[in-house]
């Protein structure tokens, strides 16, 4: 197993002006909070965040964050991205309390796609991440969503998946049984049809 590591240095220079700043130094502004201690400014190196995510499952995972030599367990609550260059400009992170629930957004993997597209049908995924609720020693890597068995017209709801163990759909706990993925017959493009007639 990776382990996922990010060091960060405590940050008093605050707001917009010094967020601006630190990003002209190649640093980004990031925040920690929960547990019992106080809400904390960091400062962490953009190279060194942006190396992390490039592992997915880097955002479904209990990550050592290293203030300043203080080590404290975290998982990502939040991320702010650049809308067009796709750089992240902003983190959020949550400590990670033992024995206590936590919610986290985990990617979602699609697998068996050929099996309806076989059949003539088309897939949409409607979602690309679950917000789970559990502990962090039952955080999953991602939520697995099969469409081998799917046919054209099916729409593949949360309740649909199963959860792994101790985990618990956050949407589904509030009654929201959002679609995940549907499987659709083709559109047929205008001019085929006006060419038919």
């Given at each position: 197993m990776?382990?996922f590591?990010l060091n ?9 002006g010094a967020?601006?700043r ?19 400014s ?19 995972h ?6 300043d ?10 991320m ?40 003539g ?7 690309s ?14 939520i ?5 068995k799917?046919?054209i ?13 101790g985990?618990?759909f ?5 009654g929201?049984?959002?679609a ?11 001019e ?6």
């Open positions: 990776t382990d590591i960060a240095q405590a940050r008093t220079d605050l707001g917009k967020s601006r630190l990003r002209h130094s190649l640093s980004i502004p990031a925040v920690v909070y929960g547990g019992d201690k106080e809400a904390q960091l400062t962490i190196v953009a190279k060194e965040i942006a190396k992390l995510f490039e592992n997915e499952a880097a955002f479904s209990v990550i050592e964050l290293n203030v030599g203080a080590k404290q367990n975290v998982v990502v609550k939040a702010q991205r650049h809308p067009a260059k796709g750089f992240i400009m902003h983190a959020d992170f949550v400590r990670v309390v033992a024995g206590q629930k936590l919610t986290a957004k985990v990617p979602v993997h699609f697998v068996g796609e050929e099996a309806p597209v076989k059949k049908g088309e897939i949409s995924h409607v979602v991440e679950i917000e789970v609720s559990c502990e962090a020693k039952d955080l999953p890597e991602f697995e969503v099969d469409l081998s799917a046919e017209g099916a729409i593949i709801h949360l309740s649909d998946l199963k959860a792994p163990k985990v618990e956050v949407a589904l706990a509030h929201d049984d959002k995940v993925a549907n499987v659709h017959a083709p559109r047929v493009a205008p085929a049809e006006g060419a038919a007639e």
